[in-house]
């Protein structure tokens, strides 16, 4: 069964009830914010100096390069978007690009996923944890090197626990779930989900 056809059935099954739901649009909307929240705040953390992103705060362990766990308090998504637009380069040409990547290698796919879903102020606001899994003998330096040369990143797993209230949703809508962002061939970041629960309920995933 499709996640669609198993929401529908939720609806159904606790209508009666008059409990408050997400809608499907409304699941849609908390995964894109959340996925895109989890890239920027990954990309925020490898700048150097790293970025300040609203309501974001990050935990590292001692002995690694990458973020293990992100927090997000009031964080609003759209809020982002200047926070990067400052790390471009005024003239884009082959020597800035790699000045540009060297000081943040994901600065781009989080400003592309930001923009594509075109977040505004009040859109979506999380609340919640995320901790980021990366794949073996993966660190800033090996990222930012494949960033650089074009290289397909390794898969990056990410397992959430949060809740996104704003203007796009009818309803506060709480992901817990795990999905991985991976790099295709062709050169597209692809999000797959694992697993996910919505307001407590299981959802099918592909």
């Known amino acids: 069964m499709k996640p669609v056809a198993v929401l529908l059935v939720l609806v159904l099954a606790t209508a009666a009830l008059g409990a408050a739901i997400p809608t ?103 609340n919640g944890n995320a901790s980021t899994i990366w794949g073996e003998g993966v660190t800033l330096a090996t990222l930012m090197t494949k960033t650089v040369s074009g290289t397909p990143l390794d898969p990056i797993t ?19 779930g795990e999905f991985v962002i991976e790099s295709t061939r062709e050169g597209f970041v692809e999000i797959k989900p694992l697993s996910m629960r919505i307001n407590s309920d299981e959802v099918v995933t592909p």
Do not use: C, M
Request: charged share 10%; glycine share 4%; aromatic share 8%.
């Open 24 to 126: 499907a649009n409304d699941v849609t909307v908390a995964i894109a914010a959340i996925t895109d929240a989890s890239i920027s705040a990954v990309a925020a953390f490898l700048n150097t100096p790293t970025l300040a992103l609203p309501g974001v705060t990050f935990q590292q362990n001692p002995t690694e390069t990458l973020p293990s766990t992100l927090h997000f308090v009031d964080s609003d998504i759209a809020s982002y978007i200047p926070a990067f637009q400052q790390t471009l380069p005024a003239s884009r040409n082959f020597f800035t690009s790699l000045l540009s990547a060297a000081r943040g290698p994901l600065n781009d796919l989080a400003l592309q996923f930001l923009t594509v879903h075109a977040w505004e102020k009040g859109h979506a606001s999380l």
């Open 158 to 176: 990410v397992s959430a626990d949060v809740v996104v209230t704003g203007s796009r949703v009818s309803t506060p809508v709480h992901v817990l």
